[in-house]
C-alpha cells in the first residue's frame, strides 16, 4: 500500500440545521458527525489527514484538533466548490503522490472498512481516480455517474451534478457518494485545470473524472453496498435518521459480542460504551459517553448512564447516573439518582429515592431508602436507615461526614457535616447527629415524647382532626380501637 492522505471536506454551513453550532460538530452516538468520520479514517489506515475548514472554523478547528492532533488543518475562506476546497488541502500538505482519498466530514455512517476497500481496489487497478459510487431509488441532488455504455457495467466517462443534467442523465440511479480515491500525483495536476463554468459558479472536484478519462487515464467506480454510509445530515430530521441508523448498527454488533437487549428499538448505546459479554440491557435505557458495564450486569429498565462503571453482576433497575461507579453484585434503584463521584462498593446498595453525590458507600454498606448522601464516606457493613439527610452545606461551603463500618444508624437521621462516627456505633431514629460519635457508642438527640393532652380541641377546632379526637375521646378510646368496656 502506498501512502495514503484523507482529505476530509469541512468548510461547507450547514444552513438547514437552523443552529449556532456547526453540522459537522452536532453528535450522534455520543460523537460529532466529524468525530464519526475522522474514527473511519483512522481504522482505514490514512497516515496523514487533511482536514478542509472555513465556515464557523473558529469551533470546527479545534475540534478537530483535540480528536486528532496531527491532522493537517488547510483553510478555504470562500466555499467555491469541492473542487477548490481540496486544492486547498493539497496545497496546504504538499500533497504530490501516494494515494489520496476525499472524504465529507459530515457523513458519520461512514465505515473504516468501506474506505480500506475502496484504496485497496484503487491501487490495484492502477488507476487515476475511483468512485465510490452507490445505487440508489432517488438520485435528487447526487452527481450521476455517467458511463460509456449507460449501463452501471460500462466504463466510467465521468460525473454530472444535478444542476447540469439532462433529463436524461437526471434518470441515472447510479450516484456519487462524494468519497474519491485518487493517484496523488494525478490530483495535484489536475486541480488547477477545473474550471467553475457550470450552474453553481462553483469548482466541481467531480469533473477531475473527465479530465482523468480525456488524458486516456484509468478510472472507476466501486459501488458501496450500503449506500447510507455516503449519507449526510443537513438537517435536524436527517440527523436523527442517521443517529437511528447508527445505534441499531452498534446495538447489533453488541447482541453479536454475546450482550442480551430485550428491545433493540428502545435501547440507546454511544460509540464509546464498552460492554463485556452476558450483560442484559432491558428496555427504555441509554448508554452515553465512556460508560462500561462488567459481565452478568442487569441494566434497565429505563436507566441513564453517563460516563459511568457497573460492575460484574451488579443490578441497575430505573437510575440515572452520571461519573459513577457501582461495584460487582451491587443493588441499584428503583428511582435512583446517582451524582458524579458516587461509588458503591461491592454487593452494596442505594434503593429508591435515594440521591448520592460524590460520596463512597463501602462493600455491603446500604443505603436503602429515600436519603440524600452529599459528601460522605460509608464504611462497609454500614447501614443507614430511610430518610437520613447528610447536611453537606452550611451555605457557604460544603463538608465531608465520615461514618465507619458496620454503623447502625436509625431512620431520619441527619448528619451535620463535618462529623465522624466511629466504627460499629449506632444512632437512634431522628437524631441530628452535629458531634463526633466514638467507636461502638449510641448517639441519640432527639428528646424524650411528650404528649400535650387535648392539644387538637384547644388549637385546632372546627376541623375534621378536631371532631375526630372529641368522638374518640367521649367513646373513651385509651389509644386507638374499641372504647374500653366498662364493665356493666
Ligand atoms: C457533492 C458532489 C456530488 C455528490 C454529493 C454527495 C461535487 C461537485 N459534487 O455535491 O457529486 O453526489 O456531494 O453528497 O463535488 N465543501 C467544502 N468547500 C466547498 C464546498 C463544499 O468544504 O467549497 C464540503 C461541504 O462542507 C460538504 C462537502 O464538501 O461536506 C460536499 O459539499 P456539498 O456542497 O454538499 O456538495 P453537493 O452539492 O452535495
Ligand atoms: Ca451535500
Known sequence: ?????????AAGGGTRMKSKTPKMLHQIAGRSLVGHVLAAVSEAGASRVVAVVGHQRELVEPHIAEILPEAVIAVQEEQLGTGHAVRMAVEAASVAGGTVVVTYGDTPLLRGESLRALVAEHEAAGRAATILSGIVPEPFGYGRILRASGGPSGGVSGIVEEKDATDEQRAITEINSGIIAFDGSFLAGVLPRIGNDNAKKEFYLTDAIALAVADGLGVDAYVLDDVTEAEGANDRAQLAALGKILNERIVTRWMKDGVTVMDPATTWIDADVELAPDVTILPGTQLIGATRIDEDAVVGPDCTLKD????????????????????????VGPFS??????????EGKIGGFV???????????????????GDATIGEGTNIGAGTI???YDGVNKHRTTIGRHVKSGSGVTFVAPVVVGDGAATGGESLIREDVPPGALAVSAGQQRNIEGWTLKKRAGTPQAAAAEEALEA????LGEPVATGE
Open 308 to 331: 459511568t462503571e457497573i460492575g460484574h453482576g451488579a443490578r441497575v433497575v430505573r437510575t440515572q447516573a452520571e461519573l459513577a461507579v457501582v461495584g460487582p453484585g451491587a443493588n
Open 355 to 373: 440521591e448520592v453525590k460524590n460520596s463512597t458507600i463501602g462493600a455491603g454498606a446500604k443505603v436503602p431508602h429515600l436519603s440524600y448522601v
Open 390 to 392: 447528610f447536611a453537606n
Open 1 to 9: 500500500m502506498s501512502e495514503l492522505t484523507v482529505i476530509v471536506l
Open 337 to 346: 439518582y446517582l451524582r458524579p463521584g458516587t461509588v458503591l462498593g461491592d
Open 476 to 479: 373513651g378510646v385509651p389509644v
